[in-house]
């Protein structure tokens, strides 16, 4: 059974910084995964995305240069630094996964990956 856990969320101020992390189990955690965020009465919306390897990565334009993707294999590990963090960031950011590769217009389809976490909250008061 293919498992993703997430954890890191909380409660910041404008301008903090928070990590989460998603572990996978159940499968590897090859091919590109991904975080999401769904703020209240908002659709769910891609947040940054990473190949495989680790090598390429993706992100939306309202977190570049302030949010980092990474992963760590060894770990089955996927992780969000986030940095700058505004009250707009606010959400239930979710972990994806099983996406079979990441490609540029098309990492942030939902679609695209079998694996879902439950979410992990994250606020930021100004």
């Known amino acids: 059974q293919v498992q993703l856990v997430e954890s890191g969320g909380g409660s910041v101020q404008a301008g903090g910084s928070l990590r989460l992390a998603c572990e996978a189990s159940?499968?590897?955690?090859?091919?590109?995964m991904g975080w999401f965020r769904q703020a209240p009465g908002k659709e769910r919306e891609g947040v940054a995305a990473?190949?495989?390897?680790?090598?390429?990565?993706y992100y939306a334009d309202s977190v570049k240069g302030r949010f980092d993707i990474s992963r760590d294999n060894a770990k089955n590990t996927l992780y969000l630094q986030m940095n700058s963090l505004q009250p707009e960031d606010t959400a239930m950011y979710f972990c994806?996964?099983?996406?079979?590769?990441?490609?540029?217009?098309?990492?942030?389809?939902?679609?695209?990956?079998?694996?879902w976490g439950q979410g992990t909250q994250v606020t930021v008061s100004s």
């Open positions: 994806a996964g099983g996406a079979p590769y990441c490609a540029s217009g098309a990492w942030s389809s939902e679609v695209r990956y079998r694996y």
């Open positions: 990473i190949v495989a390897g680790g090598t390429n990565t």
């Open positions: 159940g499968y590897t955690g090859t091919g590109c």
